[in-house]
């Protein structure tokens, strides 16, 4: 073999291997993130309402970075969504999951001197969250301030924490 073939042999292996290294590496990633983010797709088997389920998202809009906070009486969520109104926002409780869907429609246009500048973002976007315990549907609030969609759900009497203080004697 000469030596033009070697060093072609080996540029082909390095680049195989360096490929292979990065599709693992997205793979876990991909793998690792999967379950962070849900969405209901109606129509398959499984889910809270006949024929849908919930599964791991892999596609679509950003990811809307979400706190869930458990105490005694309840569970708050603080889910950030920018750039919406409150009636963009469709918020469910399914089968121990907060399933909060919304579409952006934001449209600016800019004139600065010589400069004119168009900014476009549309799309839909799904974000579920599981809940740590189970709350009373019909009792949850919900607000929406700066960009910030805020839940309070109140746990179901059977499951609120009940606190037993010890008595020294």
């Not at 309070?152 to 606190?163: C, D, I, N, Q």
Request: aromatic share 8%; proline share 5%; glycine share 12%.
């Amino acid at each position: 073999m000469t030596a033009m073939h070697q060093l072609q042999k080996g540029l082909r292996e390095g680049l195989v291997e360096a490929w292979e290294g990065m599709a693992d590496g997205w793979n876990r990633l991909y793998r690792r993130a999967a379950g962070a983010i849900t969405r209901f797709r109606p129509g398959h088997p499984g889910g809270s309402e006949p024929g849908g389920a919930l599964e791991p998202r892999s596609t679509g809009w950003g990811v809307l970075a979400a706190e869930v906070f458990d105490d005694d009486d309840g569970i708050r969520v603080r889910l950030e969504a920018p750039g919406l109104d409150k009636e963009d926002l469709d918020i469910e409780l399914v089968d121990g999951y907060l399933v909060v869907r919304g579409e952006k429609r934001v449209e600016r246009e800019r004139r600065d001197g010589r400069y004119y500048m168009t900014e476009c973002a549309y799309g839909r976007f799904e974000r579920t969250i599981p809940l740590p315990d189970e709350v009373d549907a019909s009792e949850a609030r919900a607000s929406y301030d700066k960009g910030v969609l805020s839940l309070e759900l109140p746990k179901t009497g059977a499951r609120r924490r009940r606190r037993i203080t010890v008595d020294a004697k």
